[in-house]
């Protein structure tokens, strides 16, 4: 029977594949370069269309991390003035702030805005599950140009073309309502 410590590890990797694939899958030609990266210097990314972060997932995914070291890298983008921007990995960034870390390992990643916003929504879509607020506010986020092929979207997000037609429909509730 495997160890609790495996069994995370597992997981991890499992995540860690999904997460590679993601990128992968939606943004082409990207070129990566790897490092660690003061804390400080990385704003959180306009694009995170999660609202509500679970502070006892954060906790035990900070312990993880202090017990096991941070397994994926979290994906950044270099801004003009030699900070970053968050593009995947928010939950593992809180992870590191809960333990004070000073630095995290990040994955620069060359993004334009709409791959940013399309990484971000993939990222968090495959990793834990949006409510459908949460997925509208992502999918809102994006440029109309990639709202207008829908089917095209759809398939970059691993969501059937009626589920993107259901998050989309959101625009004509009434902002009270929203």
């Known amino acids: ?5 495996e ?11 999904k997460h590679q694939q993601a990128q992968k899958e939606n943004v082409k030609e990207l070129k990566e370069f790897r490092r660690n990266v003061p804390i400080e210097d ?19 995914l900070s312990e993880s991390i202090d017990e096991v070291g941070l397994l994926q890298p979290i994906s ?3 801004l003009d003035n030699l900070k970053y ?13 809960l333990l004070q870390k000073s630095t995290i390992e990040v994955i620069i990643i ?15 879509l495959k990793r834990q599950d949006l409510t459908d607020y949460e997925i509208f506010v992502g999918l809102s986020v994006l440029d109309e140009k990639l709202k207008k092929n829908k089917q095209r979207l759809a398939k970059s997000l691993g969501l059937n073309r009626e589920d993107m037609y259901k998050y989309l429909s ?4 009434p902002k009270e309502i929203l």
């Open 1 to 5: 029977m495997a160890s609790t410590k």
């Open 7 to 17: 069994l995370l590890a597992q997981k991890l990797k499992l995540n860690t594949e």
């Open 42 to 60: 990385i704003s959180r990314s306009p694009y995170q269309p999660r609202k509500f972060f679970d502070e006892n997932e954060l906790k035990e």
């Open 76 to 78: 950044v983008r270099k």
């Open 85 to 97: 921007e968050l593009i995947a990995g928010e939950r593992r960034l809180r992870a590191h702030e």
């Open 110 to 124: 060359d993004a334009s805005d709409e791959e940013a916003s399309l990484l971000s929504l993939a990222e968090n």
């Open 170 to 173: 959101y625009e004509k509730l």
